[in-house]
């Protein structure tokens, strides 16, 4: 078993085992302001965002895209503080929401929630308090303290009541840290600092307070060492002792010289203090005393952030590592570790009653027992009261109690019990039911009600069952606080309290028979029984049976309330209780219809009897009902005709849920059974559901009874929204049978439906009085001719007036038309026209008219209209037609009027005369049809003069069309009539247009040869003059060279360019020369023809300097590069000075190019020029003139020609230009190159660089030149970035002496660093071992040990793994490494010494059993170094299972000081199997934690008789005495068998062992019995005894002293009851002395 330790210690989470980076673990980054949340920022690249860990939930953390400088959560919910800059804001996560936000005036350097609503803000030189609630800004609280300028904050804390406030700051000063806290008291307005490292407040309630104490406690370490204070703030509460502070000194380890505290946390629950340092180490202090606990070790990492933990009333915390760590005190260990470990019962008391924890029993029980036999009961009381888990709160302590005498003046010692119970705590069980018995005897039950409401009494069935007796209603209170189900209902029953019944035994889920409860409550009272019944039926499944309680209604006929209960009971319509709907309905059905048609109306159930009730309703003359229920057609029918009884509306919506057929059926039925009562509503109900009957079938209906009246109004309200030709039809012969003429006549106007041939015959055949509703079909469908011709026929003329006049107007023109049909009389016709004026269409009436060859009838009207001034087209379109046919001068008319339309008088003249055709076209603008007319008519002057002088684009692309076969007679009339007749250059420049458009080129040649070479107007156009040559160009440019020749007024350039483009390049030179454009002419001989030589001629014969720049070009993009440069240098152009370089250095011209740059360089100064100089000094050798012009003045790019030089190889050229410009770098390079190592290190030294130096390390080791690559490398492994490369080289080509030589070497230097000794090491390890050792021992702390690890593990180096493992404090793995390889690195000292150390336990057991197998020997001396450490229970178990147990038995024996079962039970059969009986029966007294009764019935078998009497002495310790004495007499140890039997008060046993001694005639051991058995044995049979076996000598003594103890009990008796009748007398008039006590204890309350 392990060591007893006073906390516990528990790893909550990892954080890097949920994503978190260990570079993002550290007090900037995380922040935990309680145990349910910790709240980290990450930063990867440039993603930011802040992870929530939920400890509830710790695998699944929240993670949110959120760039903040801090985040912190709230303490109890999921609210985030953010702070980014000086900007705050609060969100609400699980709302998704911002509460509030606020814009710093300062920096806030630190903040922290200290309350669920108050947030603390401290910045430079304030501390401010932000509340979240409402729109509260940051409340100043108090400066900043001088002291704590330059610290670092890390805490800020305050009390309960936020009265006392402390901010906490640490700094570094003198190599140490040094802590500054400034403490501010909120009444007083004052600031006090103090110098210590980490604090807390927590409320602390001293022995003998009624009140709590204000705790403030400190720890602060300084030169001196390290103290913590624990002081009381502020004044002491009213009625308080105030609080004594406490100093005490704080250790610190002397391997943590650097060590302070950096976290504190109090425990309320427990009265402790936490304290946490930096190092790791756990501080646990008792604040009453001031005691330090415990110190241990936690965690190897600083733990930065810590929290109260709830759950345990410990701290929690997290290091740097990311574990999430928690502390807690044991309560099963502590109270026994101070007691066995510290030595200190006081205080292992003190915390054992604080804190209500076992582990101190022995110590309350002999206290308890030395105050008790001192007489002093009152302090005895409180002990018993104050003793954890009740473990002297016992019937034998009442018992002990009640058998005190009370003494003279004071109260009973079980009163004074009972009162110090009742002021400190409850009563239990026992207690409780002997105080009861009591008070209930003097009727003081409001005092059991007072203790009842203050929680003082232990509620138990037993005591409510003493109480029923004299109060139920308080035996009640009592069975529901002890939750006594059975009890508290029949309780609630008596006292008539059923409503409450069904909320208890939901509440404690308890099942009552509540059907016979309900039936008692039915025969008292009907209305609380209906409620009850209702709550019985308020859950889903009902607590009972819903048919059961229906009986207990029905067995008292109350159907009313049955009813009622049904309702509310079936409303979830459930197809299981159909039979109780039924029956429901039933019952309402025969005692009160009007219920069950309520019922049915609302259609609350659907799963009963449907037949049965439909029945029943029909009998109740439910009708509605009952169709509603029936399904036979039959039952529908007999029931339907009595529509008197039926509410028309719903027998409407009725014949919806009915099948067509059976729809049908019920109409016909209602209409033979009463026609005149039933038609309207046969007629409502065809109207609705016409679409489903069929209105064909309805139709049919109605007129099977003759019914017209019924089928008018039947169709009357479908034919509005019917769309059937028969119903409309119908409806009008309806209507017209019925007189409906108005009706008929909107139908024939508004519908669209009908027929309208049928509807016209029958109207015709109808012979209506009225011929409106004819007039308006024919009207609307276009029968006029039909109807003029029956209403002339029928002598009906005024009918033809009114349709023209008052009807349709605008219908006159086919009027007109029929009536000249029929030949009546012109005068009728005009005068009728005259009656209609202006509303109709001229034009159809002219068309009727001359369709009829009747013009000319028209010819007085149109004239009237035309002197009216009517401008209609119709009418002058009427007068052009007869002034046409009758010739009377219509050109006139047709030039003059401004009013016919052009293209109808246009068309019309085409057959009559072409020319009056074409006027009326021009004149309209009819340019197409002017055209067409033309084209037909052969007029094709007229069309040619027409397109000139209309100048239309469009009409001329379509006479230009090439499908137009008139197109070349036109043309010709253009080119010979039309253009020779105009002066305006408008007409010639659109016509050209025009021709060009249509791509005529031969014909437009011929057009402007005509214009232009002739002599005209036109001749010296500039326009024209380019028009004719570049159609040349384009139609025949074998004539372009004569155009340009003969022509001089034309864009010269234009033109040649474009010829260039039609690739008449000879005519485009032409041009040039002729207009002396010299650099375009030779541009047009080196780009077009290509010929350089003609170019270089007309060079040289014009010796233009642009024309030798062109040429110049030209050569160099041939790659005449030489004539190139000549032709520049003849240009004197160093322009294309890029393109000259370029080229040069293409075709290795550099000769060449230094001319030509030299030339350049004279004219331009231009850093590329001289740049290329110089290059091309060095690429020709020219050494000399390169020293002569780099020392001149000029402006070359010295380093980047050196750079070229060095990358082709001119080294001695680089040189001299590194030389020159001071690169010392690229120089110490070149040098390399040229084998001067010397000076290349000399170089690299004045360029000192690190690339330099590589170069120049790594050339010297190609070339063996190891001295100077030394030199150069001491250089390089000071950059740790750089080590990697330098040993990969020389290790890549086997210098491996070399390298570990250069690391030696750079071992001394200034800037040595961890990396090098790091890299030796794996050196060491590779290719020197017998050197690691050594290494290691002088240099571990500046290795990087982890790589070392590797690097050993690889190279099998066991005992430098060991070593390495045991400084890196991975002591498991040392240990693990020692175990796999002890012949190699085990060391017995270093074994043992790191044990002790390692984390995972199991090692502990894995190096029992390497010691058991390889050194068993030294077992004992592990086990003695493990101990504190060790599970004995597991440890001895394995030696147990592996049969070593005798070789540790010197380590069980040092452990059964635990009194652990497994290592007692070990020891005891070691004992026995070694037959050491004294051994076995001392571990039997002092260790009591074994399997008793098992051992004693092993060894009362033991051959050896001390055994067996072992074996009897464990029947006695378990209260086995009868097995103890048989044991005993079998053995004869009379002494043991009296002893046992006496103690065990038991006279039976005691008298059956005097018995046995008679029958053996061991007449001593009976006198002996009488006196060791005094207490247990009866008189009169020792007396019978003696007498029978005549041995009255041997009994004499026992009797004489009977008789003298009965006497003196006798006396005692005789002056007890003196005294009593004596009290009596005195007190007969004062109350009971219990009643009294009581109300001194309780009333003063």
Not at 356 to 362: I, K, M, P, S, V
Not at 370 to 382: H, N, P, R, T
Not at 397 to 404: D, L, P, S, V
Request: glycine share 4%.
């Amino acid at each position: 078993m392990a060591q007893v330790m006073p906390i516990r210690f528990q790893e909550h989470l990892q954080l890097t085992n949920i994503g978190i980076n260990s570079a993002n673990i550290g007090f900037s980054m995380i922040t935990m302001e309680s145990d349910k949340f910790i709240c980290i920022r990450e930063k990867n690249g440039d993603q930011s965002q802040v992870v929530i860990v939920d400890m509830a939930d710790p695998n699944n953390p929240i993670r949110r895209p959120i760039s903040a400088d801090s985040a912190i959560m709230n303490p109890s919910s999921k609210v985030i503080a953010l702070k980014a800059g000086r900007t705050l804001q609060i969100f609400n996560l699980e709302m998704k929401s911002k509460i509030k936000a606020h814009v710093s005036n300062e920096d806030v350097i630190f903040w922290k929630w200290i309350s669920v609503n108050t947030i603390a803000l401290v910045t430079e030189n304030t501390v401010y308090h932000w509340p979240m609630e409402g729109d509260a800004l940051p409340q100043k609280v108090f400066d900043r303290h001088s002291t704590l300028k330059g610290c670092q904050i890390i805490n800020y804390r305050t009390d309960e009541a936020m009265k006392w406030l402390l901010l906490v700051g640490i700094s570094a000063q003198q190599q140490r840290v040094v802590g500054a806290m400034q403490l501010y008291s909120v009444d007083r307005n004052v600031s006090q600092p103090i110098e210590g490292h980490a604090a807390a407040f927590v409320p602390f309630t001293v022995e003998g307070n009624k009140n709590p104490s204000n705790i403030f406690a400190f720890s602060v370490r300084n030169q001196t060492g390290g103290k913590l204070h624990i002081i009381e703030v502020g004044a002491p509460a009213e009625g308080n002792t105030a609080f004594t502070k406490k100093t005490v000194d704080v250790f610190f380890p002397a391997e943590a010289p650097n060590d302070f505290p950096v976290a504190m946390q109090a425990s309320k629950e427990h009265g402790l203090l936490y304290m946490i340092t930096k190092y790791g180490y756990i501080h646990l202090y008792d604040i009453e005393t001031g005691t330090c606990i415990y110190m241990n070790r936690i965690s190897g990492d600083t733990i930065f952030v810590t929290a109260p933990h709830e759950a345990s009333n410990g701290i929690v915390g997290v290091n740097r590592k990311g574990q999430v760590l928690s502390v807690s005190i044991d309560e099963d260990n502590i109270v026994g570790y101070i007691t066995n470990q510290l030595k200190n019962p006081e205080l292992a008391l003190k915390i054992s009653v604080r804190c209500n924890l076992a582990g101190a029993e022995e110590l309350f029980v002999r206290r308890f027992n030395m105050l008790f036999g001192q007489g002093q009961y009152s302090e005895a009381a409180k002990v018993a009261a104050s003793a954890p888990k009740g473990i002297l709160r016992t019937p034998q302590t009442i018992q002990r109690f009640q058998q005190c005498p009370a003494q003279p003046g004071q109260a009973s010692p079980l009163l004074q019990y009972f009162s110090i119970l009742l002021e400190t705590s409850q009563l239990n069980k026992a207690e409780s039911l002997e105080l009861a018995r009591p008070v209930l005897q003097q009727g003081r039950n409001q005092l059991l009600e007072k203790w009842l409401v203050e929680g003082k009494l232990e509620c138990s069935e037993e005591l409510g069952d003493l109480i029923k007796a004299h109060d139920s209603t308080l035996a009640l209170s009592v069975y529901l606080r002890a939750n006594i189900p059975q009890k508290v209902i029949i309780c609630f029953a008596e006292t008539n309290q059923f409503q409450k019944i069904v909320l208890y035994a939901k509440k404690v889920a308890y099942t009552p028979d509540y059907i016979f409860l309900l039936r008692n409550v039915m025969r008292g009272n009907v209305e609380n029984g209906a409620a009850f019944a209702g709550m019985l039926v308020q859950d889903d499944p009902p607590l009972a049976d819903i048919e059961s309680i229906t009986n207990v209604f029905m067995e008292q006929n109350l159907i009313p309330q049955c009813t009622s209960f049904l309702l509310d009971a079936l409303k979830h319509n459930k197809p299981e209780e159909g039979h109780l709907q039924t029956r429901l309905l039933e019952m309402n059905l025969m005692s009160a219809p009007q219920v069950a048609d309520a019922i049915l109306g609302n259609q609350m159930f659907t799963h009963y009897d449907r037949a049965h009730i439909a029945q029943l309703c029909e009998q109740a003359q439910l009708l509605q009902r009952a169709l509603e229920h029936y399904t036979d057609i039959f039952d529908i029918k007999r029931a339907i005709v009595h529509t008197h009884l039926l509410k028309p509306e719903w027998l409407v919506e009725y014949f919806g849920s009915l099948s067509v057929d059976d729809s049908l059926e019920c109409l016909k039925a209602m209409l033979t059974a009463n026609l005149r009562q039933n038609l309207q509503i046969c007629v409502q109900i065809a109207g609705k559901y016409h679409e489903q009957l069929g209105t064909t079938k309805l139709i049919e209906l109605f007129e099977s009874f003759k019914s017209f009246e019924g089928l008018f109004y039947f169709l009357g309200s479908i034919v509005n929204f019917s769309q059937e030709a028969e119903v409309h039809f119908r409806y009008i012969q309806a209507a017209c049978k019925t007189g409906q003429i108005k009706e008929v006549e909107r139908i024939c106007r508004e519908s669209s439906c009908y027929d309208p041939e049928r509807v016209k015959n029958f109207l015709k055949e109808a012979k209506l009085a009225d011929q409106l509703p004819l007039i308006i079909v024919c009207d609307r469908f276009n029968f006029v001719h039909d109807l003029v011709m029956y209403l002339y026929k029928n002598n009906l003329q005024k009918y033809i007036e009114i349709y023209v006049q008052k009807v349709n107007p605008s219908r006159l023109p086919a009027v007109v038309g029929g009536l000249l049909d029929v030949d009546c009389a012109e005068d009728i016709v005009k005068n009728l026209i005259l009656t209609v004026r202006g509303q109709f269409s001229t034009d159809e009436l002219v068309e009727e008219v001359e369709k009829r060859n009747r013009l000319k009838l028209l010819m007085p009207w149109l004239e009237g209209r035309v002197h009216e001034g009517v401008n209609e087209p119709a009418t002058h379109n009427a007068l052009a037609k007869i002034y046409i046919d009758s010739n009377n001068n219509p050109e006139r008319f047709l030039k003059e009027n401004q009013f016919y339309d052009s293209e109808v008088i246009g068309k019309y003249c085409e057959k009559r005369d072409p020319h009056l055709a074409c006027v009326s076209y021009e004149r309209g603008g009819c340019d197409m049809e002017l055209i067409r007319v033309c084209n037909a008519n052969s007029l094709f002057k007229y069309a040619a003069r027409h397109l000139v002088r209309k100048r239309d684009q469009p009409l001329w692309e379509h006479v230009l069309n090439p499908e137009n076969t008139f197109r070349r007679p036109l043309i010709d009339q253009v080119v010979q009539t039309a253009l020779s007749e105009t002066q305006d250059a408008d007409d010639v420049s659109t016509t050209v247009r025009a021709f060009m458009a249509a791509d005529l080129p031969n014909e437009l040649i011929e057009l402007l040869e005509k214009i232009v070479l002739e002599n005209s107007v036109f001749s010296d156009h500039r326009n024209l003059q380019n028009l004719l040559i570049l159609t040349a160009v384009k139609a025949d440019p074998t004539r372009v060279m004569e155009y340009i020749t003969r022509l001089d007024n034309y864009d010269a350039p234009d033109i040649a360019n474009i010829a260039i483009t039609n690739q008449l390049f000879e005519e485009a030179f032409a041009i040039f020369k002729k207009f002396d454009v010299n650099t375009s002419a030779v541009q047009v001989l080196i780009e077009h023809v290509k010929n350089l030589d003609r170019a270089y001629e007309f060079a040289e014969r014009c010796n233009d300097p642009t024309v030798w720049s062109e040429l110049a070009r030209a050569q160099l993009n041939s790659g005449a590069v030489k004539d190139a440069i000549d032709s520049f240098i003849k240009a004197d152009d160093p322009s294309a000075y890029l393109d000259v370089i370029e080229a040069a250095r293409a075709n290795d011209g550099y000769e060449d190019m230094v001319r030509y740059l030299q030339m350049a360089r004279k004219k331009a100064r231009e850093a590329i020029i001289e740049t290329e100089l110089v290059f091309a000094y060095a690429k020709v050798n020219r050494l000399a003139d390169l020293e002569e012009f780099i020392s001149s003045p000029n402006i070359a790019q010295i380093q980047q020609v050196g750079d070229r030089c060095y990358d082709e190889g001119l080294y001695e050229p680089a040189r001299i230009l590194y030389n020159n410009v001071s690169n010392y770098a690229r120089l110490a390079s070149t040098l390399v190159h040229l084998g001067e190592y010397q000076a290349a290190v000399d170089g690299a030294r004045k360029a000192n660089s690190t690339k330099t130096w590589k170069e120049v390390c790594f050339a010297c080791v190609e070339a063996g030149e190891f001295r100077m690559a030394q030199m150069c490398g001491l250089h390089i492994v000071v950059h740790a970035d750089e080590l990697e490369e330098l040993i990969g080289h020389y290790q890549s080509r086997g210098f491996f002496q070399e390298l570990i030589q250069l690391l030696e070497a750079a071992l001394g230097l200034e800037r040595a660093h961890m990396g090098m000794f790091t890299e030796l090491a794996i050196l060491y390890s590779k290719y020197n071992t017998p050197k690691m050792r050594e290494h290691l021992e002088l240099f571990w702390s500046r290795v990087n040990i982890p790589k070392v690890l590797r690097a050993a593990e690889q190279a099998h180096l066991w005992p430098e793994l060991v070593f390495l493992y045991d400084k890196y404090e991975e002591y498991d793995n040392a240990i693990q490494t020692m175990m796999s390889h002890p012949t190699q690195c085990w060391k017995e000292a270093m074994f043992k010494d790191i044990i002790t150390k390692v984390a995972n336990i199991e090692l502990y057991y894995k190096a029992l059993s390497h010691y058991l197998e390889f050194k068993p020997m030294l077992l004992n001396d592990l086990l003695l170094v493990l101990t504190p450490r060790l599970d004995h229970t597991r440890a001895v178990g394995y030696f147990q299972k592996v049969g070593q147990l005798s070789l540790v038995l010197p380590y069980v024996k040092s452990v059964q000081s635990h009194n652990n079962k497994v290592i007692n039970e070990a020891l005891n059969n070691s004992y026995i199997e070694n037959e050491d009986y004294d051994s076995l029966r001392e571990s039997i007294d002092n260790f009591n934690n074994f399997d008793n009764i098992a051992l004693a019935q092993r060894m009362e078998k033991h051959e050896l008789i001390e055994f067996r009497r072992i074996a009897a002495y464990l029947f006695k310790m378990n209260n086995r005495w009868k097995q103890a004495v048989e044991l005993c007499k079998k053995d004869h140890l009379y002494k043991d068998a009296m002893e046992y039997a006496a103690e065990s008060r038991d006279t039976e046993i005691s008298e059956t062992l005097m018995g046995w001694f008679l029958d053996n005639e061991n007449y001593e051991s009976f006198a002996a019995g009488t006196f060791v058995m005094y207490d247990m044995l009866r008189p009169d049979v020792i007396l019978e005894l003696g007498w029978r076996h005549n041995i009255m000598d041997f009994a004499m003594p026992y009797l004489i002293q009977c008789v003298r103890e009965y006497t003196l009990k006798v006396d005692k008796l005789e002056v007890s009851d003196e005294t009593r009748t004596k009290e009596a007398e005195t007190n007969n008039q004062q109350p009971l002395v219990l009643e009294s006590q009581l109300a001194i204890g309780y009333y003063s309350s």
